[in-house]
């Protein structure tokens, strides 16, 4: 399989304008929520290409072109950044530091690769912008913060995007991940998981190591919940349905012969179905709270730290992506794959009007990358640094070619 041609193999000055601000934006990331010059930069670049641009949840920038009698067709780019010290050694690499919601300062980096969906949404655009002869309808860009934290979606809903903006009848979206560059991936219906995560602080009492009688100890009662907690996707969920379940941090004590007071965990689940995402909720609070009980200890403290919506593309627009994305990028480039067990924001912005979302992955790696002896480097990593090209030009084709078949349909 060869690298396929892309539209941008046409506009040379487009490209190279593109790679320019692909640049800028992969050497200034901000954090979740705190995308201001991000945002700025976005407004004028739209508003520049003759797009009507208003800020929408904050950080959130809506983008719309009026073109005639039409369709109305929405596609969203997320904008955010990550927490990470960037370690590609490209001479654009970030240098950026922000500062979490809780003070604590940090490097950050575009290790998720918004700053390709970005600049993809950007370049289609601006083709949709120089050719309207070729289109016709309104298109409207959703450019999303705040993608990481689950926090995007839900602030552009509450600052009433679909009061503000026109409603189209089918958003799009897009991801670039560790596929090989070229290649483009996709799953028709329920496409990535609900996500919830907790945090639990175990409530014991404290005392000394010697005399755990005179104790109740938070860790050991910790330790029984987490066990517990796992055998709930082993015993109570059937084995035909997708589900997960990942306890990543557990923190008590300061020594090794005194009992603390409290012990603190996350636990992180997802699955793809209403009914084992309610089961398994309730499942976890049962378990806590039952342990809690079986060690006589006081109730523990639940925190619900954010929500994933269940991302679902719709079965016949996806079937019609796929065929246009096989035309516009090559029939054997496009494959459909299994469900992914990551999580998404974006489903929420079409699940709130109830029209149909289609959502898929695009490479960024070499062959060798993906398919060689070193482990393939995964969205998040500080080495995150997908290939410049094809994959841009791919990321701008598939969004060019997806909106004006949806736009000439009129
Ligand atoms: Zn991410
Ligand atoms: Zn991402």
Request: charged share 20%.
């Amino acid at each position: 399989m060869s690298d396929p041609a892309t539209i941008l193999d046409d506009h040379p000055d487009l490209r190279a304008s593109l790679h320019d601000l692909y640049r800028h934006l992969h050497s200034h990331p901000e954090l979740s929520m705190q995308e201001e010059a991000t945002a700025e930069l976005i407004e004028d670049r739209m508003s520049g290409l003759g797009y009507d641009v208003f800020r929408c949840g904050g950080t959130g920038v809506v983008a719309t072109l009026r073109n005639g009698e039409g369709p109305v067709v929405g596609f969203r780019a997320d904008t955010d950044a990550l927490p990470v010290q960037e370690d590609t050694g490209l001479d654009y690499a970030s240098t950026a530091r922000g500062t979490l919601p809780d003070g604590t300062a940090v490097p950050v980096m575009h290790a998720c690769g918004h700053d390709m969906h970005v600049t993809a949404a950007i370049g289609a655009a601006t083709l949709l912008a120089q050719d309207r002869d070729a289109w016709s309808g309104t298109v409207v860009f959703l450019f999303q913060p705040g993608e990481e934290t689950a926090q995007g979606a839900a602030s552009m809903l509450a600052d009433g995007l679909w009061d503000r903006a026109e409603r189209p009848e089918v958003i799009y979206g897009q991801h670039v991940w560790p596929g090989v560059t070229g290649t483009i991936d996709l799953t028709p219906g329920p496409a990535m998981t609900y996500s919830d995560a907790w945090k639990v602080t175990v409530k014991g009492r404290g005392g000394h190591g010697s005399q755990p009688e005179s104790t109740i100890d938070p860790v050991v009662l910790a330790a029984h919940m987490i066990v517990r907690i796992q055998s709930l996707k082993s015993r109570e969920v059937p084995a035909q349905k997708a589900a997960v379940i990942t306890i990543a941090t557990i923190h008590a004590g300061l020594k090794e012969n005194i009992i603390p007071a409290t012990a603190e965990f996350t636990v992180n689940m997802r699955n793809l179905d209403a009914d084992v995402r309610e089961h398994l909720l309730d499942g976890l609070r049962r378990v806590i709270l039952a342990e809690a009980m079986a060690s006589d200890a006081p109730e523990p403290e639940i925190e619900e730290l954010y929500t994933f919506p269940l991302l679902v593309n719709d079965e016949d627009e996806t079937a019609r992506v796929v065929e246009v994305l096989r035309g516009a990028i090559g029939e054997e480039q496009v494959d459909e794959i299994p469900a992914v067990m990551g999580s998404e924001d974006f489903g929420a912005l079409p699940d709130a009007i109830e029209v149909p979302g289609v959502y898929w992955f695009f490479g960024g790696l070499t062959r060798d990358e993906v398919e060689g002896e070193e482990p393939t480097v995964t969205n998040h990593s500080p080495f995150f640094a997908p290939q410049l090209e094809p994959t841009l030009g791919v990321g701008v084709t598939a969004a060019h070619a997806v909106l004006t078949d949806r736009l000439a349909r009129a």
